[in-house]
Every structure is written in structure tokens, then in C-alpha cells.
């Protein structure tokens, strides 16, 4: 089954690492998914200050504005699709995961509608 891991960041340096994962730590992290055959995909996403922010109002007009202005101390920094036989299994590596250090990682099934 494939699972989601929402990787949840608590605070950033200027290089967009957190300050309990080194950028070998999260190579090693990849090595290990990629060769246990469970990684399906996976991307770290680039600094906040780039994202933008689309909405649809009821009348179908778009507001697009600079940033997510989330209301939450944690940002998504990145995801990983593995696909593995349980939630179990899920939960493990999401606890293998370096982001778990000092953030969160939020594990979810990927929907299966059958196409």
C-alpha cells in the first residue's frame, strides 16, 4: 500500500535545513528507501519565500498572493510516496526519517480509486 510522508519542518536555517538534520543525514535517509525497493517518489521543496498562494472565491475569481501565510509554526518542507505492506511498516520509516527530529512527519495512505 502506498503511504504519504509529510514532511513537517519546525524552523529552517537561512540554507533551508533544520538544525538536527545535516544534508548527509537526509542522503542517507534516501539511500536507505531507495535501496530497501520502497521509495516510489519523493522531493524536498525550495525555500517558503517562493511559494504562492492561489485561491477561488464562489464566483470563480482568483486571488494569488506571495507566500502561504499559514497560521501554524510548522511548514511543509517536503514528501516521500513509499509503498509498503502496512501502516506499520509506514510508521517505522516515517520514524527513520530525520525530519521526525525536530518536526513532524504525517503519514497518510495514498487513495486508490481502482484506476
Not at 533544520?18 to 528507501?33: F, G, L, P
Not at 521509495?39 to 517562493?50: M, W
Not at 507566500?67 to 510508521?91: H, K, M, Q, T
Amino acid at each position: 500500500m502506498k503511504y504519504m510522508l509529510l514532511i513537517q519542518a519546525n524552523a529552517v536555517g537561512a540554507d533551508g535545513a533544520s538544525a538536527d538534520c545535516t544534508v548527509e543525514d537526509w542522503m542517507a535517509y534516501d539511500k536507505e528507501v531507495t535501496e530497501a525497493g520502497v521509495k516510489v517518489s519523493g522531493e524536498s521543496l525550495a525555500d517558503l519565500v517562493t511559494a504562492t498562494t492561489v485561491r477561488v472565491d464562489r464566483d470563480g475569481r482568483r486571488t494569488v498572493t506571495d507566500g502561504p501565510f499559514a497560521e501554524s509554526r510548522e511548514l511543509l518542507g517536503g514528501f516521500l510516496v513509499i509503498d509498503v505492506p502496512d501502516l506499520d511498516a509506514a510508521l517505522d520509516w516515517a520514524a527513520r526519517c530525520p525530519g521526525a527530529r525536530d518536526g513532524a512527519v504525517v503519514v497518510r495512505p495514498v487513495a486508490d480509486f481502482g484506476g
